[in-house]
């Protein structure tokens, strides 16, 4: 009779048997977990125990094991528990679902203290030593020995160890990016991952700013980013410097990189009001005696709500397509026309409030030349005089440099707005208020333009939001913006109108004391700061067309192209003052047609189609949007057609 083929046959010789492949599968499953409870320790992978702990189906090896362990390896997990490989992809990435956050992924594997010294720990080397080949030739001779060679030999080097400076303590999440894979896949992505990890490699080693010149240099890099886009010239990035720094073996290859938002809410909510609260509150006094005290008054909370429902659904686009930039997201969902439809109202609207600044600031300066000289030169030679001073200042690159003239602008908005309640408040106390219209069934149509101007803030609600530090706070930032706002356009529009009656003028500086010396200082200088930032406002309109003229081509190094553009800056300057001067006759009509034609598409119809496309998913939210649409452009056809037959 022949041996039962389950008879185990005994020899010098090794014959194959047939649960050899099983014996292979238990030595290779045993091996790989010593390995992978050894690279718990952060020292090795930097993984944490918590990952290591994870289930995972089995894969086909491990699915195979002996209850009788070969010597020299390590017994079978005895809760029969596969052990997940070592690579942290998979299901470490998270996506954020916060409906304002800033869309991006989040894999960033927190490392718990209690982990940071197990490589020290006596009992882990104990138990991990016994499973380890004790010859450093022995570990060759196992399977894959060439590749897993150091952590054989780790228990003969635990004395000569170092940390590596990538993996120091609280630094380490710090080292571990999330994946940017779905941001450089966006039109543009690849050049702004770039410029964000350089200036987050670099940016540690500048020196400190003060805290006017943090803040407004923080709110001038905002502007650079208007509506979402790279304003930033090529020619003179503020990132392209480089900082020489000594490299060595330890040097990490991805240095540690910040979160994209660094602004605190109330940061947030200053910035944000700084972009709303500007020149447009002086015309507003003028705007309540063209459509009334009452009519203005709901109409401006009207569209106080109105403008808070737009940007907010702008946002939550912006957020569900997860794209950066105004004119990208109308790309993304309705293609290149609606994209070059935005772009196009931005440069209108930019152009139309240049253009009313200079008109503002030439009526000032020739109030104050009248009282104080006795000259009087006319609107017109103002706005050349004025165009003269803007062509060398709209050649400016460095967008920081125009950080004085900012500070100087907001500092005398601010006391505009002081002076002119003080004295108001006073005459008003004194002689009481004037006659006023509830309605104006005449030049209602000029307020709507007017009141538009003054809300129209929507360049910067994108850069904002995503300076945040916490985005899921936008909205009540926004609310909160919202709010004071209209509280200060209907309080300074009512106190000048109930106080000046019909004889309010369209700049009402022009209405208080000429013969104060604070007066005339107020007027003196906050023309020259309105003249010093009008190229910070002209800045998007010549960036937005120069990118599209030029494409790629720099001026840095080709003179050609560095003439060429200064030629097209002169160009749009010239035409921009050429505009002031044919509205310089009736400014109040000029500031209503802008906020009419340019700001009614930008704010009310556009947001609404955008969110149409992607958020709208009931019948009423597809409704609301419509609504606002076709509500949006009666409004803008109507009363651009009156302001221009009027």
């Not at 390590?74 to 997940?84: H, I």
């Not at 109930?498 to 104060?516: E, F, H, K, R, W």
Request: glycine letters at 8%; charged letters at 15%.
């Amino acid at each position: 009779m022949g041996e039962s083929p389950t008879k185990r046959i005994s020899g010098p010789v090794p014959i194959v048997r047939r649960d050899s492949d099983a014996r292979v599968a238990s030595r290779n499953t045993s091996r790989r977990t010593s390995m992978a409870r050894l690279a718990a320790s952060p020292l090795v992978s930097g993984t944490p125990l918590s990952v290591l702990n994870q289930k995972r189906p089995e894969s086909p090896s491990s699915s195979v094991i002996d209850d009788r362990a070969s010597p020299g390896t390590v017994p079978r997990n005895p809760s029969a528990q596969a052990y997940p490989s070592l690579s942290t992809s998979g299901s470490s990435e998270a996506e954020d679902t916060s409906i304002l956050g800033r869309g991006e992924p989040q894999v960033d594997i927190p490392l718990s203290s209690s982990h940071s010294s197990a490589i020290d720990d006596p009992t882990l080397w104990k138990n991990v030593s016994k499973h380890l080949a004790t010859d450093a030739k022995g570990s060759l001779k196992l399977a894959s020995g060439d590749i897993t060679r150091d952590l054989y030999t780790l228990p003969a080097k635990k004395n000569n160890l170092r940390r590596s400076r990538s993996l120091t303590g609280a630094d380490l999440p710090g080292e571990r990016r999330g994946s940017a894979a779905s941001q450089i896949r966006l039109p543009g992505g690849f050049r702004r991952q770039f410029i964000l990890h350089k200036n987050s490699k670099y940016g540690h080693q500048l020196s400190k700013p003060t805290f006017f010149t943090r803040n407004f240099l923080e709110f001038l890099s905002i502007y650079g980013h208007f509506a979402g886009e790279d304003l930033e010239d090529e020619d003179y990035l503020a990132c392209s410097y480089v900082v020489d720094k000594d490299t060595d073996e330890e040097t990490p290859l991805l240095e540690p990189r910040a979160h994209g938002g660094t602004a605190s809410t109330l940061k947030s909510f200053f910035l944000l009001l700084k972009s709303f609260v500007g020149t447009g509150v002086l015309f507003l006094p003028r705007a309540f005696y063209n459509g009334g005290i009452l009519f203005c008054t709901l109409t401006l909370l009207f569209f106080g709500v109105l403008s808070y429902w737009c940007y907010y659904i702008l946002v939550l686009t912006k957020v569900k397509t997860r794209v950066s930039s105004f004119g990208d997201i109308g790309m993304t969902l309705y293609g290149k026309n609606m994209k070059l439809l935005i772009l196009s109202s931005i440069i209108l609207s930019q152009v139309g409030f240049v253009a009313a600044y200079t008109i503002f600031t030439a009526e000032n300066l020739r109030a104050f030349t009248i009282n104080f000289f006795n000259m009087d030169i006319s609107l017109g030679k103002w706005v050349v005089m004025e165009c003269v001073v803007f062509i060398p200042l709209s050649l400016i690159r460095n967008i920081t440099k125009l950080s004085l003239a900012a500070l100087l602008a907001n500092i005398f908005i601010l006391s505009g707005l002081v002076t002119i309640v003080y004295y108001a408040s006073l005459d008003l106390i004194e002689n009481g208020p004037a006659h006023v219209e509830l309605f104006n069934q005449d030049k209602w149509s000029l307020f709507i333009g007017v009141a538009i101007f003054a809300f129209e803030g929507i360049g910067l609600i994108i850069p904002v939001q995503e300076s945040m530090k916490h985005p899921e706070q936008y909205p009540k930032v926004l609310g909160a913006v919202i709010i004071v706002c209209s509280i200060l356009f209907i309080g300074v529009g009512s106190l000048g109108y109930m106080t000046y009656g019909d004889q309010v003028n369209t700049v009402v500086i022009l209405n208080l004391p000429q013969s104060s010396i604070a007066v005339r200082s107020i007027q003196l200088f906050y023309a020259i700061a309105i003249l010093l930032s009008a190229p910070l406002q002209l800045l998007p309109a010549i960036r937005i067309i120069e990118s599209r003229i030029y494409k790629r081509r720099s001026g840095k190094t080709d003179s050609a192209t560095k003439w060429s553009k200064n030629m097209f800056r002169t160009c749009v300057v010239v035409g921009t003052s050429l505009i002031a001067y044919l509205g310089s006759s009736n400014l109040d009509q000029f500031v209503s047609f802008v906020g009419s034609f340019a700001c009614i598409p930008l704010v009310y119809m556009y947001p609404p189609m955008l969110h149409y496309k992607i958020c709208a998913h009931t019948r009423l939210m597809k409704a609301i949007d419509m609504s606002l649409v076709v509500l949006g452009g009666v409004a803008m056809l109507y009363t651009s057609y009156q302001v221009i037959v009027g």
